[in-house]
């Protein structure tokens, strides 16, 4: 029986929902973390597919996924669609392809697809998504909404200067910042997980996703989105309407890689 060892984590948002997509999917599904233990997981467990994120990419993971004892496996990362963050990653993978030491197949951004098959990259490893989201959580309940601005922080930290000047004390937006627990605002409420989330998506009377990376969500829930632009907040929020990929049908669709 196919038995899928996925590395636990709390902060990668695509890896969180493919592994929400696989435990959907699939009976035989184990979760770990895998940090300083992986060989000894993976010999007590014998998983025929092993999912990592390359977030948490460590010279332990490094000298696993090069291990030639482990070339029956089926070894995949994870890529988080965090376009602030696409450089680094498509330079590491790069690097890893021009050592000729990827023994791997990553689920990416689409994003990031067409510049590491110029790059060399076998497109047989890679498994791209454009605009996933966990369709087992988000989705729109037709709540009443408030009149609060929902923004979601990048990575970056230098996102908040889009934020700053409708700020308390500067005005009385009823703006309220979440995923970047270092921007130091009495407004910011730190890490929103996928049920608050949605719950913020469905309640909110407004967002403005300033990491790029939640646009399929906003779309699931029908909140009005501001653009990410200088003076946003003076603009009318627009519903979006763009093509989404639940991770339902994307699993589905990918299954003959995963197992």
Not at 124 to 137: E, Q
Not at 184 to 208: R, W
Request: glycine letters at 2%; one cysteine or more.
């Amino acid at each position: 029986m196919t038995n899928i060892l996925i590395h636990k984590n709390s902060y990668s948002k695509t890896h969180s929902i493919i592994t929400r997509g696989c435990l959907y999917a699939f009976p035989n599904v184990r979760l770990e973390n895998l940090h300083n233990n992986i060989y000894d997981t993976c010999l007590s467990s014998r998983p025929s597919t092993i999912i990592l994120q390359i977030e948490e990419y460590t010279q332990e993971i490094h000298q696993f996924i090069n291990d030639k004892s482990l070339y029956d496996k089926k070894i995949i990362l994870t890529v988080d669609n965090c376009p602030s963050l696409f450089d680094k990653y498509k330079n590491l993978i790069l690097d890893l392809h021009k050592n000729e030491l990827l023994n791997v197949s990553l689920i990416l951004p689409i994003d990031l697809y067409t510049p590491l098959v110029e790059g060399g990259v076998d497109q047989n490893k890679l498994i791209p998504y454009h605009r996933l989201y966990n369709d087992i959580i988000f989705n729109t309940n037709h709540s009443t909404r408030n009149n609060k601005i929902l923004v979601i922080l990048d990575r970056d930290i230098s996102c908040i200067d889009y934020v700053k000047p409708y700020l308390y004390p500067n005005t009385n937006k009823p703006i309220v910042m979440v995923n970047n627990p270092e921007v130091e605002y009495d407004q910011n409420i730190g890490l929103m997980f996928d049920f608050d989330m949605n719950n913020a998506l469905n309640s909110f009377g407004s967002v403005l996703d300033l990491s790029g990376s939640y646009e399929a969500e906003i779309i699931a829930c029908s909140i009005p989105a501001y653009t990410v632009e200088d003076n946003w907040i003076n603009n009318e929020p627009q519903i979006l309407n763009k093509d989404t990929t639940q991770i339902t049908t994307f699993i589905q669709n990918i299954t003959e890689r995963l197992v």
